[in-house]
Antibody, heavy 118, light 111 residues
Framework: QVQLQQSGPGLVKPSQTLSLTCAIP???????WNWIRQSPSRGLEWLGR?????????DYALSVKSRITINLDTSKNQFSLQLNSMTPEDTAVYYC???????????WGQGTLVTVSS | QSALTQPASVSGSPGQSITISCTGT?????????VAWYQQHPGKAPKLMIY???NRPSGVSNRFSGSKSGNTASLTISGLQAEDEADYYC???????????FGTGTKVTVL
């Protein structure tokens, strides 16, 4: 059983940056590491991922591409999400998840409810 | 990239079989054998039930099975049990730069 442990704030002010981290087990180069969010209005939405293939790559959803960064710190066994210019529409439960290159994700973090409000 | 289409709700009695459909397009479900199904109980994270259309991860009951025909994937739950009552979501790899699309979700009720 793979355990992913998320941490980060549950409240962000409009226009500010959301920063979440996800602690992962070792051997980070064997999997893709994803961020996904869920809200009543948008359902489940894949945001992006990072993975290793001779070097680290990142892929991002078109809907957030201009304001998202996903990084992995191998020394700390964790990866992170930064989402800039937050608006109330970004209010959602954010999940980190381990996955495959194409076959989706298998293990999920516990989720973090992020509310965007002043 | 539009969400995959699922029925809002499906119900069945204990012991019965139910099937949930997931309709996509030639940009996702029809073109790739990378359809996954997730089960989500209230307040919990989704759990992988099926990957690559019809494969079950270790530990998932063989009462869950998946299939695909054209642009529609299906999840069948046989021998329905009370613990199967949950929301179910499909997902597919896509041709677009938004690599994964999820379904709209189906609430399964055990009568």
């Amino acid at each position: 059983q793979v355990q992913l442990q998320q941490s980060g704030p549950g409240l962000v002010k409009p226009s500010q940056t959301l920063s979440l981290t996800c602690a992962i087990p070792g051997d980070s180069v064997s999997s893709a590491w994803n961020w996904i969010r869920q809200s009543p209005s948008r359902g489940l939405e894949w945001l992006g991922r990072t993975y290793y293939n001779s070097r680290w790559y990142s892929d991002y959803a078109l809907s957030v591409k201009s304001r998202i960064t996903i990084n992995l710190d191998t020394s700390k066994n964790q990866f992170s999400l930064q989402l800039n210019s937050m608006t109330p529409e970004d209010t959602a439960v954010y999940y980190c998840a381990r996955g495959f290159l194409r076959a989706g994700v298998d293990y999920w973090g516990q989720g973090t409810l992020v509310t965007v409000s002043s | 990239q539009s969400a995959l289409t699922q029925p809002a709700s499906v119900s069945g009695s204990p012991g019965q079989s139910i099937t949930i459909s997931c309709t996509g397009t030639s940009s996702d479900v029809a073109d790739y054998n990378y359809v996954a199904w997730y089960q989500q109980h209230p307040g919990k994270a989704p759990k992988l039930m099926i990957y690559e259309v019809s494969n079950r991860p270790s530990g998932v009951s063989n009462r869950f099975s998946g299939s695909k025909s054209g642009n529609t994937a299906s999840l069948t739950i046989s021998g329905l049990q009370a613990e199967d009552e949950a929301d179910y979501y499909c997902s597919s790899y896509t041709i677009s730069s938004t690599l994964y699309v999820f379904g709209t979700g189906t609430k399964v009720t055990v009568l």
